[in-house]
């Protein structure tokens, strides 16, 4: 195909990922928008960040606090970060040298994957699997290896996997609590993964940006909880997740030192540092209270108020056991293909959502749509009223 740029200038691009599109996320809100849905497909609050957030961010700007932060990130952040897993996962892990604030996860993960995957390595991902792994990795010139994850539950099949790690297994990403899954891993899982790479040379890579979203009393089991895990991984969180603030983009990487050194050589070209008025006040807010206690029955209720409601639909939804999404099969309503169909359910019903065969390489279509519960329940209540009706 002769693209436009091509006849006019002689230029040829050659994509790097030629098959990618748009994200659905992208994709999903903008049909919202366009027909004023309710937007339960792309992950996000729609109420609003603390009060005292704010504050502490205003109060950082007018101290002066506007010019380039340390690369690895301001250190009190990087010490407040370091007491709360002490304090929640046992693991002591070295501000200075093991902790690297990043812009948002998604720099973390792809900062990660560039630092330690070489070409012709191979990197094991779970499907249905969050949309950016998959891109980091072919753009380092290795290649994915995708084990699909146990269906219904979408558990980890620690058998099949065992069959797929090769001598050029490099990294194995994990994801709990898992987006678009909603599993979590279990202990047992932990000790799965601790003898399955005992004695190899595999790294891992935990996603584990919705830490605090586990429901029905389970604890989240980081890999940082073992010393074992811990010591080949690098652990990527979000404070857009935890503080309801998506739009302000500011994770962090937990790593031993030789993984986060190796880490640090790459985000320093990549981004050098984050937002430096925020990190003050993240800080700040890290160490006035432990806010992330209440956020379990916080959330669970919204899951709680949506699964309810949509059992009395023709939907049919499965209990979420971690992250701000439910999933339900529609498997009543329509034979459609998902994708269709949700875009069906935003035009005709006014609901938007995320339809889970895009989360597969192979597009496997069962009948699922994504829901994100983390929403007002004035916004939950209006969505259920309209899928009543569908
Ligand atoms: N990992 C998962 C599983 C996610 O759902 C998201 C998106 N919310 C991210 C990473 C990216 O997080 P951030 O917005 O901090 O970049
Ligand atoms: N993580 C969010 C989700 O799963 C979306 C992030 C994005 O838009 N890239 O909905």
Known sequence: MTSSLELAVGLRVESKLPDVGTTIFTVM????QQHQAINLSQGFPDYPISERLIALTSEALRAGHNQYAPMAGLLKLREALAA????????????????????????????????LVHRGDEVVIFEPAYDSYAPAIRLQGATVVRQQLRFPGYGIDWEALKQVISSRTRLIIVNSPNNPGTSVLS?????????????????????EVY???????ATHQSLALREELAARSLVVGSFGKTFHATGWKIGYVLGPQELTREFRRVHQFNVFCVNTPMQHALA??????????????????KRDLLYRGLAGTRFTPVLAKGSYFLLASYERVSAQPDREFAAWLTRSHGVATIPLSVFHAEGQDRKLLRFCFAKRPETLYAALERLARV
């Open 284 to 301: 700040g807010f890290l160490e006035e209270a432990a806010h992330y206690e209440g956020l379990q029955a916080f959330f669970q209720e």
């Open 211 to 217: 830490e605090h979203m586990v429901y029905d009393g």
């Open 187 to 207: 202990s047992t899982d932990l000790s799965e993964l601790a003898q399955l790479t005992r004695g190899s040379n595999i790294m891992l890579l935990s996603d």
């Open 29 to 32: 809100s903008a049909l919202a």
């Open 84 to 115: 709360k897993y002490e304090r929640l996962y046992r693991r002591a892990y070295d501000p200075v040298e093991e902790i690297t604030i990043t812009a948002g996860a998604t720099q973390g993960l792809y900062t990660a994957i560039a630092a």
